[in-house]
């Protein structure tokens, strides 16, 4: 998609503030090599001084102990967002076909205006999606599923899959498979990374809330409820029938045994693992280790263990 251009008056108002400024901006860049009609942010002193010293045309900053009169500046709260909220503003909507001639999409699904679908992806069946979505190459979408506005599944994601549900038969030891004939639901503004996996309910519903941002690799097993503005890393491995509230935060390779609850605002890190049918709820506060415990409790534990040497 090709850019198109903003100028700084533009820019500052969709940002909330005024500026003196002239400039044209096309594209935004890192400072190394910015050029009149780029964009940067500078989230400290160091990186303020760097982006002065540079040809770039605007510069995103957070008014603090360094002042400056220079006009290319414009001062924010949150540099970053506000540098992302701008690259968005920067960019040309796609003018190629919504549906790739590769795509198969059954007659019965429905896709909401301005929804754009890659090369080799499978819609079945009574899928249903809303508008302005992207749903990359190599994407299914299985019988039922349901997608809200504005969703992004990148290539190679597979959702609305039957779940992993076996039920033992004690006598023989074999494996019957547990009816998956429940949905999955997708809200709005939710985006899905490359060859994630998200499996419909067994009998009731997985659900995804609305803007939860989910990274490559990640698997949600069925019935999991995942709320709104949750963060999921790479590779995370989420079992079934658990619940993750609004705000948390799973960084990678975390795991989750079935019928876990994590609370609202949780950060989990790295590789950090709950065993089944435990729960993790302190607002806000940051877990590590398997079982994952309070990061500072962790932190001590692993000092003992280094004096046991």
Request: aromatic share 4%.
């Amino acid at each position: 998609m090709s850019a198109i251009r903003r100028t700084a008056a533009e820019i500052a108002a969709l940002l909330g503030i005024e500026t003196a400024s002239q400039a044209t901006i096309s594209r935004v860049s890192e400072i190394a090599g910015a050029t009149g009609d780029a964009l940067v942010f500078a989230q400290d002193v160091a990186t303020l001084q760097a982006a002065l010293e540079s040809n770039a045309g605007l510069i995103l900053a957070r008014r603090g102990a360094y002042e400056t009169d220079d006009t290319r500046v414009l001062w924010v709260r949150v540099p970053k967002y506000a540098f992302a909220a701008v690259a968005r503003e920067l960019v040309a909507p796609d003018d190629s076909p919504l549906q790739h001639p590769a795509a198969i999409v059954d007659l019965s699904a429905t896709l909401g205006a301005r929804t754009r679908v890659g090369a080799g992806a499978v819609i079945e069946a009574d899928v249903v999606i809303g508008a302005d979505c992207t749903i990359g190459s190599r994407v299914t979408i299985c019988k039922g599923a349901t997608l809200g506005d504005r969703v992004v599944v990148q290539s190679g994601a597979v959702l609305g899959s039957t779940g992993f549900g076996y039920v033992r038969n004690p006598e023989t030891g074999e494996y019957l498979l547990f009816p998956q004939q429940g949905r999955l639901v997708v809200e709005d503004d939710v985006e899905i990374g490359a060859n994630a996996t998200i499996d419909r309910g067994a009998l009731g519903e997985t659900r995804i809330g609305r803007g939860a941002k989910i990274d490559n690799l990640v698997h949600i097993g069925h019935n999991c409820s995942i709320g709104r503005n949750v963060v999921i890393a790479a590779q995370v491995g989420i079992s079934g029938s658990c619940v993750v509230e609004d705000g948390a935060v799973l960084a990678g390779q975390v795991g989750l045994g079935d019928h876990v609850h994590v609370g609202p605002g949780v950060i989990l890190g790295g590789q950090g693992g709950i065993f089944p049918g435990k729960s993790v709820t302190g607002p806000g506060e940051m877990y590590a280790g398997t079982p994952a415990e309070p990061v500072k409790d962790y932190l001590k534990s692993l000092a003992r263990l280094r004096r046991l040497k």
